[in-house]
């Protein structure tokens, strides 16, 4: 559960005043866009200092507050 | 595709840019997207302003103005251009090629050699190695490669994912063979399966424009463009970018380390021309990124764009620049050059009067 708050700062951050809960389809329920998930990109990035690698990221590893947590969980490890 | 050419120059480089100019700022009420967003976006991505054409400017206005320019300030004559290589994705017709507009307007000699490029952000990497190939096969003097588009006048203007970004510019960049020891080392590289990454989908002999075609339709994201519109898969884009173009960057800089002083990309967007520069561990100070924010994304010529805009206040005649070129989009395709910018006669950007 790590990186739960990052990921719902960044969200609040970039769609102020949206309630999801953690295992809700951000993009596929048409939450966010496509610039949206640049912006998180940004955001966590900034908030966790590191660089996520592109070719890491599929739709499905960024589609809700867990599986984004998951994804840079598992990040970690690699790393 | 790999070559190495030697003993051709780049002489000089001119942009010339509609002086119609749209902000950002002025814009955001044609979108869906609150104004949070917007504001956020405007910082990451750098959009600020862009140029662009009125409704009835062609890529032929833009080239002759700049070719009359260099004509008039005796830079070079039409008599001495053996070849011209343009390209573009926005030719003012379907049938002729916009060169061989070109070719009549500015009266060019019939032996000149004249062709159109259809190809956008990786076009000017193509277009260069194509000219210097040409002029190391024929051993004429003098070629230029214009390169250059209009592709406001194809982008919805509710379509925040493309239309903040794109900006119109041509530009003319003079090839000289001049038998000296410079080399143009160029990469290139395609990836048709992506072609639909980025498309006009009707307007071809696929799908021909219609009033069917021309309606405009709401995408899943707020965004209002009909078929004969630029559509842009921003997130399959970026991902090409952030993985493909990356990992060939890398390499290509690792082979050529001595063309370091710059390294002169294709301005996508500054977001994403950041990133490229993180990841691959260049120095930001010689990645400029300050194209999209002044003028847009022109395509093809924002590579051109960015050289002319770093150097257009050097002493030109004491230039000696060992650089990079980068391009990477549609298609999808990539490639860079490796090559040296010596003593240019002229590099500045100009404004075309609308």
Known sequence: ?79 | MKATISGIDIKGVLGIVPDNISYFDDEVGNYQSDESSNNKLKKLMGYEKHHVVSSDTCVSDLAVKGFLHLFNTQQFSSNDISGLFLITQTPDYIIPSTSSVLHGALELNESCYCIDINDGCNGYIKGLYEAASYLSNTNNRFAVVVAGDVLSRRVSQKDRNSYPLVGDAVTITLLENTGSTNNISSEIYNSGAGHQALMIPAGGMRLKSSLKTSTPTVDSEGNIRSLDDLVMKGRDVFTFTQTTVVKFLEKFINKHKDYSDYYFLHQANKFILERIATITGLDKSKVPTNIVSEYGNSSSATIPMTICSKFSDSDLSKLNSNVTLCGFGVGLSWGAIATSINSLNFCQIIKYEE
């Not at chain 1, 559960?1 to 048409?30: A, D, R, T, W």
């Not at chain 1, 955001?43 to 599986?67: A, N, Q, R, W």
């Open chain 1, 1 to 79: 559960m790590k990186y739960i708050e990052h990921i719902k700062n960044s969200l609040n951050i970039i769609k102020p005043g949206l309630v999801v809960n953690e295992n809700e389809s951000l993009f596929e329920s048409g939450f966010l866009d496509s610039f949206d998930l640049v912006m998180l990109l940004a955001e966590l990035e900034g908030m966790i200092g590191i660089t996520i690698p592109m070719d890491k990221v599929t739709p499905e590893s960024f589609d809700s507050v867990s599986k984004i947590n998951e994804f840079l969980s598992g990040l970690e490890k690699v790393v």
